[in-house]
């Protein structure tokens, strides 16, 4: 009995690990529990820089209801769009107006992209790029690899040998791959705690910790009037993440100047309509103020000589910002994200008007 | 330094090596028998030579030669330092030292002494182990026993909280202060340099008592390595409670081997002082380290001379109890001073920080990266660290009762005050 309960422990201990460090299970797994089954996930569901810090006054049901487009329009735009994770779970083809098929594909996604044989000429063909402004000054600040993420089938071929010569790795990496992944820590967290159950727990030392010792989780910065949570780099560090790190005239045309490059490159591959949407960072449109803001959306709506067509976010939620942030999440919410797809529609209206295929 | 799977082959070597070094020594005499140890003990060094030492020699080797206007051939080396090398490299040293002096019988069984070098719980950091106590305990039998169990766990219990709830909190102030000389205070820096003495103790302890608690579990007995060191009221008193393990390391093959005290005086201090500048550079490569244990190895030697002094004047008062008090807190000093150049990232840095230090006010502004009810729990921490290892350095778990509310109470604590930031244990890097 004592030897089977011992192997039993062993084997446990032995799938939990190695569903820690399988990245596929624990993604798995994950959905899963955000489904509530299992008892449900504590992180997922109420923002996620709740799911960082666990301060339970910023805890707030995150909803995700937004509107299907009208199912009786004419459908002749494709819609290829590169964008966040946030857009990319929450948006299918019935969101946008006149859209007959959406090609998806989320920034960082290094092993994947997009392939097409050619563009559907008979449609018109819409490409738009959607970015947190956090991410802007890293993803603009050289044009290949946005240009990399599309490939027609030619180049795809070729993308697929250089892939496979950057991919073979060494006998050393073959050989410590199977034994950890380097977010084991993190995976093994997941797995073994992140379950509603621990939830009072950690909203109890959360709490703790940052009315009497004025400490959150590294990755938070909570506002002065504590009544909204933001990324700690949007707001904080010497890093190009931050809305209040300089920025200088030099850097604008640099990247006013890929995104032009990008413009081009993609309207040379067929595209008819390229557009570029940068979803203002929660203190830009919130609390400016808490530092000096380096206006970098403004300057780049702002500027002549850019080609690429804009949906200009930063103006729409100029007027009423908190309304479509959430308190506890570095996105917009989904009143925000309705705003703007009514936005982008509108702009897909027009040209589904301007430009009509014969079906 | 870090943790690469692959990097076991290192260890794989080393085993090999001592166990068949163990085995020729056994069955050879003479002079032999020294060629078959100094090759041990050249693979173990060099193993240590080359993945802790090389660029650290080569840098100080390239400034050499750059001082002469000569171009330095020798390439810098992209290594990584194996996680816990210095551990068991010395504990795979002291096996073969100990079969070569006739203290211990080679071990044949090649999965035994494995297990005797990759001992789990303390692999990495410690204690660093004696063949005679621990290859024994690998052919007995180990059974459960609650009673073991119960305070095995205990202790492993409270070296969690050691690391996670005091030596991580006091981190947060020390990271900050040690990263911002420049803007810190004397009086700033005194503190974040005592939060040290204490953050260090309580990371390399709190690792300890879960290392010889999680053995003791499994029916284990390692060898103390503190005996709560800061009560010391002398720096010699110091080293025998300190890092037990790798002081007595230090005695028996080093001190020993060059003579020990029974030489003139003359080389008697020249031995302390290489033995503790020795233990320096064991820590790491680099001339902090290093400067560290010269520190310690003169704090010895003056404190031999100070007895001698005693001795002639016949001023045997001082030792009076009396004065335990002010010797502790003199002792507690000085072993700050030199924590000092331990902490720091390099030497200039500690002589900074000690000028910043000698300058201190107590109208000094205190800007630790704290707030105040925070600087007051790690002064809190600290006092019932001292109070608990003055009263209760054992804590008692014969009753069931006691274990089970003892154990709860100290984990719940560890979670709610502990700092949960991935911060590795400062030894792992040794």
Known sequence: ?359 | MSFIPVYILILGFTIVIDFYAGILLEGAKGKTKKLFLIFSLIANIGVLAVFKYYNFLLENFTSLVYSFNWTNPLPALKIILPIGLSFHTFQAMSYTIEVYRGHQKAERNFGIYSLYVMFYPQLVAGPIERPQNLLPQFREEHFFDFERFKSGFTQMAFGLFKKVVIADRLSLAVDYSYANIGTQSGLSLIIATTFYAFQIYCDFSGYSDMAIGAARIMGFKLMDNFNTPYFSKSVSEFWKRWHISLSTWFKDYLYISLGGNRVKMPRWFLNIFIVFTVSGLWHGANWTFILWGAIHGLFLIFAVLKDKLIDRLNWSFLTHRFFDIPNTLITFSLVCLAWVFFRATSVSDGFEIIKKMAQFSFHDKVSLYFYRYELLFCFFLIAFLMLKEKYFLQINTTKNSYFYVITSLILFSSYLFGVFNQKQFIYFQF
């Open chain 1, 1 to 359: 009995m004592r030897k089977l309960i011992s192997f039993s422990i062993i084997v446990i201990c032995c799938g939990i690990y190695y569903a820690s460090n399988s990245a596929k299970i624990t993604e798995k797994y994950t959905d899963f529990r955000e489904r509530g089954m299992l008892l449900g996930s504590d992180k997922i569901g109420y923002g996620g820089l709740y799911g960082m810090c666990y301060l339970s006054d910023y805890r707030q049901p995150f909803f995700y209801d937004i509107k299907e487009s009208d199912d009786t329009l004419v459908k002749n735009i494709n819609l290829y769009l590169f964008c966040d994770s946030y857009l990319y779970y929450r948006v299918t083809p019935k969101h946008f107006s006149y859209n007959d098929k959406l090609y998806k594909m989320k920034w960082f996604e290094t092993e994947t992209f997009l392939s097409q044989e050619s563009l559907d000429t008979t449609k018109k063909n819409v490409l738009v790029f959607e970015m947190t402004e956090r991410y802007v000054r890293s993803l603009l600040d050289s044009y290949e690899g946005a240009t990399n993420m599309l490939k027609f089938e030619k180049e795809q071929n070729e993308n697929l040998k250089q892939q496979e010569n950057t991919n073979s790795k060494s006998l050393i990496d073959k050989f410590q791959e199977p034994f950890i992944n380097p977010n084991i820590n993190s995976n093994l967290e997941l797995n073994l705690f992140d379950y509603k159950l621990f939830r009072p727990l950690k909203e109890l030392k959360a709490n703790l910790n940052f009315h009497i010792f004025n400490r959150v989780y590294d990755g938070v910065f909570v506002d002065t009037a504590k009544q909204q949570l933001y990324y700690k780099p949007t707001v904080e560090g010497e890093q190009k993440m931050n809305a209040f790190y300089p920025l200088d005239s030099g850097e604008i045309s640099t990247l006013i100047d890929n995104i032009n490059k990008l413009n081009d490159f993609y309207h040379s591959k067929g595209f008819d309509e390229i557009y570029l949407a940068i979803i203002p960072n929660p203190v830009t449109m919130i609390n400016p103020s808490l530092g000096h803001y380096n206006n970098l959306i403004p300057l780049l709506n702002s500027n002549d000589s850019l080609r690429m067509n804009l949906i200009d976010s930063y103006s729409l939620f100029k007027q009423n910002p908190t309304l479509f942030y959430s308190k506890s999440d570095s996105h917009w919410n989904s009143i925000g994200l309705q705003r703007w797809l009514d936005e982008f529609n509108r702009k897909l209206k027009l040209l589904s008007q301007q430009n009509k295929v014969p079906s």
